[in-house]
């Protein structure tokens, strides 16, 4: 999967998201709206990840999802 394909079927993937990433909440995936910056910055906040980490993650899960 690509971060296109996420951003175009935004509603599915927030259900997917909220399974790898459980802290962070309903209204962080709201603020987030298929944004790929606004989710590292939420992993950051959430899990006190460096921005370089949580894009690896970021990349990581895209890969098995």
Partial sequence: MNWNQVEGNWEQ???KIQE???K???DDLDVIA???KQLAG???ERY???QDDAEKEI???L???
């Fill in 42 to 44: 939420k992993l950051q």
């Fill in 59 to 61: 990349d990581r899960w």
């Fill in 63 to 65: 890969g098995n999802a």
């Fill in 24 to 26: 962070l909440t309903g």
């Fill in 48 to 50: 006190g990840k460096a």
């Fill in 20 to 22: 790898q990433w459980g």
């Fill in 34 to 36: 298929g944004n790929r």
């Fill in 13 to 15: 993937a927030k259900g």
